[in-house]
């Protein structure tokens, strides 16, 4: 079964320093692999997605992802934070019996710092 | 396009009441998602419909829920009778194909 587990509960960052939101995943085939986001009291979004081709995933508002099967990582980074980065994270994987099956990380909560 | 819509935003009712949540996806998507948020099992995906069709259900916790897509633009989540467990948010999404799930702003339910 398909499965991600985000390394940290929460992150805390000043603005302006680098963002960094971990993820791990699991997969018996050739994954597709998102990152969305979730400000409070709002739905999700999506950030960007990972569907085997470039490795290096750029997304929206400055975050991108990059793709290391050795490592079964799928780490969000993003150069330098902004105050309106502060949410909740979801690093997703898609279950291949049902391409359209997400299966959800339990979230990162990032919070950036004045 | 107004984007997902769901109705209501938020819903407080007692226990044993039955309550109806309901989505309105994005004109010509044909995959309709019902999700689940709570703390303690975070986002968790209970059935999606392709082409008003049920497809896979397995994540319906109980008897209790129940969900129908009538058409294309429109479908409903019932839980008859609610428990107080049953307090979330509960997100619906649709997509064309294989393509983004694009969220609604969910209906906070809570049970007294």
């Known amino acids: 079964a398909q499965s991600v587990t985000q390394l940290d509960s929460h992150v805390s960052v000043s603005e302006g320093t680098p963002v960094l939101l971990r993820c791990n995943y699991s997969?018996?085939?050739?994954?597709?692999l998102f990152w969305y986001v979730q400000h409070p009291n709002k739905g999700l979004q999506l950030l960007l997605k990972?569907?085997?081709?470039?490795?290096l995933v750029k997304g929206i508002n400055g975050f991108e992802a990059e793709f290391k099967k050795s490592e079964t990582s799928f780490h969000l980074t993003k150069p330098s934070a902004h105050m309106s980065d502060a949410a909740e994270y979801f690093c997703?994987?898609?279950?291949?019996?049902?391409?359209?099956?997400?299966?959800f990380g339990q979230g990162t909560r990032l919070t950036i710092n004045p | 396009d107004a984007g997902v819509i769901q109705s209501p935003r938020h819903e407080v009712t007692e226990m044993g009441q039955e309550v109806t949540l309901r989505c309105k996806p994005i004109?010509?998507?044909?995959?309709l998602f019902w999700y689940r948020q709570t703390m303690m099992r975070g986002l968790e995906l209970l059935i999606y419909?392709?082409?008003?069709?049920?497809?896979?259900d397995s994540g319906m916790p109980e008897d209790r829920f129940s969900a129908k897509m009538p058409n294309a633009s429109f479908s409903t989540l019932k839980i008859q009778p609610s428990e107080p467990r049953d307090s979330a948010v509960y997100f619906c999404?649709?997509?064309?194909?294989?393509?983004?799930?694009?969220f609604g702003p969910g209906t906070r339910l809570t049970v007294l």
């Open positions: 990972y569907t085997s081709a470039a490795t």
């Open positions: 997969s018996s085939y050739s994954p597709s």
């Open positions: 999404a649709s997509s064309l194909g294989y393509l983004e799930q694009f």
């Open positions: 997703v994987v898609s279950d291949p019996q049902g391409a359209q099956k997400l299966v």
């Open positions: 004109s010509g998507h044909d995959y």
């Open positions: 419909f392709n082409n008003n069709v049920p497809i896979d």
